[in-house]
């Protein structure tokens, strides 16, 4: 069975753009949680989507926003970059909802760095 | 409402015992414990459930105390592959919110 995939794994933008990451999740999976991941921050979450719908979200600004597609894909977007929004994006599927019985599955994530 | 980990480092020799501490300041209904190595993704290590019986997976335990909102991580007779960062994610009672903990780095010298 594939695993998490991400794409992509490298990104170099600049400040003031906008970038779009993607994840799929292991296949059977409804839940897609997406995460940050800064050196001494540990795994900041960001949301998570349930069968298309954003089911939480974390305190992270309006630039970040994210959505799911019918096949549990998942995709976050953050706008007018700044520079603290240099971090590992990590996305994590899971068969049910984040939390309770089911283990999360994580991507390799995607390495962004805003210059 | 992320719960907080110690220590935030330890440092063991192999063979050396380790516990990692989790805490909430909300009653829980799950942790689940992860392991993150340099480089790699962060992964599943096992969920403890409210009410639920305290788990084990070869020399690496946990137990889940519901009354305290803690969970602590036991690693016994520690290996050098088990170096790594180890995070906790936690779901409160009201469900709908699960967040990971500080993390703990932990590495194991010969």
């Known amino acids: 069975k594939a695993g998490v995939t991400q794409t992509p794994r490298y990104l170099i933008k600049t400040r003031g753009q906008q970038v779009t990451l993607s994840c799929s999740p292991i296949?059977?999976?409804?839940?897609v949680s997406w995460y940050q991941q800064t050196p001494g921050q540990g795994l900041q979450f960001l949301f998570e989507y349930f069968s298309e719908t954003q089911r939480n979200k974390g305190n992270f600004p309006g630039r970040f926003s994210g959505r799911q597609f019918s096949n549990s894909r998942s995709e976050m977007n953050v706008s007018t970059l700044e520079l603290g929004d240099s971090a590992l994006y990590l996305c994590?599927?899971?068969?049910?909802?984040?939390?309770?019985?089911?283990?999360?599955?994580f991507g390799p994530g995607t390495r962004l760095t805003v210059t | 409402q992320q719960p907080v980990q110690s220590p935030q480092a330890v440092i063991l020799r192999e063979g050396e015992d380790a516990v990692i501490n989790c805490s909430s300041s909300k009653a829980l209904y799950s942790v689940h414990w992860y392991r993150q190595k340099h480089g790699e993704a962060p992964v599943f290590l096992m969920i403890?459930?409210?009410?639920?019986e305290q788990k084990g997976h070869e020399k690496i335990s946990a137990s889940f105390n519901e009354k305290k909102q803690q969970s602590s991580l036991y690693l016994t007779a520690s290996q050098l592959s088990y170096s790594g960062t180890y995070f906790c994610?936690?779901?409160?009672?009201?469900?709908?919110?699960?967040?990971f903990g500080t993390g703990t780095s932990l590495t194991v010298i010969p």
């Open positions: 994610g936690t779901e409160a009672n009201t469900g709908n919110q699960f967040y």
């Open positions: 994590a599927s899971s068969l049910a909802p984040a939390g309770g019985a089911y283990e999360q599955y």
């Open positions: 403890l459930l409210k009410g639920g």
């Open positions: 296949s059977g999976h409804r839940s």
